[in-house]
């Protein structure tokens, strides 16, 4: 019995010294949470304004303009890139994207013949990746934070796409939408022919068409905003990542902890009920022994 007992006390220890661990996890994970779900928030409506800005300029400008406003005859050479992260210990939010991605690649694939290049930012996409057997044009996830690789794949993804490497440039990436709650996201940068902004709920109201004066010109405006256009969603796709990676740590490490106390509790329990029946017998032994020596005596 008393082996018992000290091994549930050792189990109780290990329980409480996971529990301080989690929740030290927790706090730390909400604390980069607030600054990063700041970013995500203030940076939206800018990369959604440059978005809607570029796409209402494609109508009004010639698209051998610039290289980047082409056209590819066939999109059978797509380049994704691939945002996760680079450590677990956040539920199940990479496992949420795999899958999009998965069915994603599974779809594209029925209807035709196609090759996915990947450049991959973080180190759980990779093993994906590389699991799944697709090949990987670069591998950023060594640049830590993730906003110092935003240069870099902007390079790679507009030199690749000038020289007819890949005939489109996908992200793919989790949606901060709140602590509890994280979308895997789909989304074409290039080709810009056929992207369509998504009309908000304030600006169906409006019927009238607005027309609006560009100076100095379409052409130049176009010009100078597209290098914008690339940055701002890339970056803004790498700060609702880290958005997300935070709030889902945060949650997953709660859970840990709340998971942590009920084992402790429960365990505690068992303990008094074991050390309780040790008692018991005990005493049981002790008028046990009592009343034998009197009938001998």
């Known amino acids: 019995m008393s082996g018992n007992l000290k091994q549930i006390k050792r189990r109780i220890k290990s329980a409480k010294n996971i529990g301080q661990i989690t929740k030290a996890m927790e706090m730390v994970a909400a604390s980069k949470m607030r600054k990063a779900q700041k970013k995500a928030v203030q940076s939206k409506p800018y990369s959604d304004k440059i978005f809607e800005a570029t796409l209402s300029l494609m109508e009004k400008v010639d698209p051998k303009l610039h290289p980047l406003l082409k056209t ?11 945002i996760s992260t680079n450590r677990g210990l956040c539920g199940s939010l990479n496992l949420n994207l795999f899958r999009r991605l998965s069915k994603f690649i599974a779809k594209r694939k029925q209807k035709k013949t196609v090759t996915f290049d990947y450049a991959i930012l973080g180190k759980k996409g ?43 440039v996908w992200l793919v990436y989790n ?23 998504k009309p908000k709920k304030e600006d169906q109201a409006v019927d009238k068409v607005r027309e609006y004066l560009i100076e100095p010109s379409p052409n130049r405006v176009i ?8 940055e ?3 970056r803004e796709a790498v700060f609702q990542a880290e958005a997300s990676e935070f709030s889902a740590r ?16 429960g365990l505690t ?12 017998l005990e005493i049981a032994d002790m008028v046990t022994s009592k009343i034998s020596m009197e009938k001998n005596d």
Do not use: C
């Not at 859970?255 to 942590?260: I, L, R, S, V």
């Open 72 to 82: 590819p005859k066939k999109d059978n050479r797509p380049l994704v890139v691939f």
């Open 126 to 168: 990779l093993k994906f990746i590389t699991n799944l057997g697709g090949g990987f044009y670069a591998d950023f996830s060594d640049l830590v934070p993730f906003t110092q690789a935003v240069g870099p794949i902007i390079s790679a993804v507009s030199r690749r796409f000038l020289k007819n490497r890949n005939t489109s």
């Open 175 to 197: 949606t901060f939408i709140n602590a509890l709650k994280q979308k895997p996201t789909i989304k074409r940068i290039l080709p810009l022919t056929g992207l369509k902004v």
């Open 223 to 230: 010009k100078m905003l597209l290098p914008f256009y690339l």
């Open 232 to 234: 701002s969603q890339v």
């Open 250 to 265: 945060m949650i997953a490490m709660k859970n840990a902890t709340d998971n942590a106390h009920e084992l402790v509790d």
């Open 269 to 280: 329990l068992e303990y008094n009920k074991a050390r309780q029946r040790a008692i018991t």
